[in-house]
T-cell receptor, first 113, second 113 residues
Framework: KQEVTQIPAALSVPEGENLVLNCSFT??????LQWFRQDPGKGLTSLLL?????REQTSGRLNASLDKSSGRSTLYIAASQPGDSATYLC????????????FGTGTRLQVTL | SQTIHQWPATLVQPVGSPLSLECTVE??????LYWYRQAAGRGLQLLFY??????ISSEVPQNLSASRPQDRQFILSSKKLLLSDSGFYLCAWGQGGRGSPLHFGNGTRLTVT
């Protein structure tokens, strides 16, 4: 059974810092890994999708890496801003039908002024 | 462009009452559709998914059911709500294929009293 873990569960950093969020999964047989952002009381916003054959993806100040063989992914946020404050979730897509995702429990990020 | 609509945004229902949450997707055809639940302090749990009209798969036994009466409409229902049904319900869609991302709606906050 696939299990996804995110460390740390919560993180507080001052504005301007670079930071790394970690995601690990137990079964390396995945199709892809997706990072999401969730603001309080809101739905999930997709940030980055990394295919199993890729090593990293970049979007603006965000960079996600994937090491499938070791079951790890990181989300790097450069020059953090207060608007980055949210919960970040990673999810892996299991092989099989219907694109089902297994989610981690998230990292709650607070960027302070 | 594709959009996903979910309603209502919030709902307070007494124990034993029925439930109907609706989700519709625009701008795509034959999407895979999903219902997830996010309970307080817990990760997202996949409840149901559908790869076509009338095709519903359940991931966990529970007090809920799902239906897909039209290609881009997904409904979550219950005949009699339990206190344990409280949570944040999220609808999502994705296209078939290994590389496709999932996109989420804004969610429904259900409180059963």
């Amino acid at each position: 059974k696939q299990e996804v873990t995110q460390i740390p569960a919560a993180l507080s950093v001052p504005e301007g810092e670079n930071l790394v969020l970690n995601c690990s999964f137990t079964d390396s047989a995945i199709y892809n890994l997706q990072w999401f952002r969730q603001d309080p009381g809101k739905g999930l916003t997709s940030l980055l999708l990394i295919q199993s054959s890729q090593r990293e993806q970049t979007s603006g100040r965000l960079n996600a890496s994937l090491d499938k063989s070791s079951g790890r992914s990181t989300l790097y946020i450069a020059a953090s801003q207060p608007g980055d404050s949210a919960t970040y979730l990673c999810a892996v897509r299991r092989p099989g039908t219907a694109s089902k995702l297994t989610f981690g429990t998230g990292t709650r990020l607070q960027v302070t002024l | 462009s594709q959009t996903i609509h979910q309603w209502p945004a919030t709902l307070v229902q007494p124990v034993g009452s029925p439930l109907s949450l609706e989700c519709t997707v625009e701008g795509t055809s034959n999407p895979n559709l999903y219902w997830y639940r996010q309970a307080a302090g817990r990760g997202l749990q996949l409840l149901f998914y559908s790869i076509g009209i009338g095709q519903i798969s359940s991931e966990v036994p529970q007090n809920l059911s799902a239906s897909r009466p039209q290609d881009r409409q997904f409904i979550l229902s219950s005949k009699k709500l339990l206190l344990s049904d409280s949570g944040f319900y999220l609808c999502a869609w994705g296209q078939g294929g290994r590389g496709s991302p999932l996109h989420f709606g804004n969610g429904t906050r259900l409180t059963v009293t």
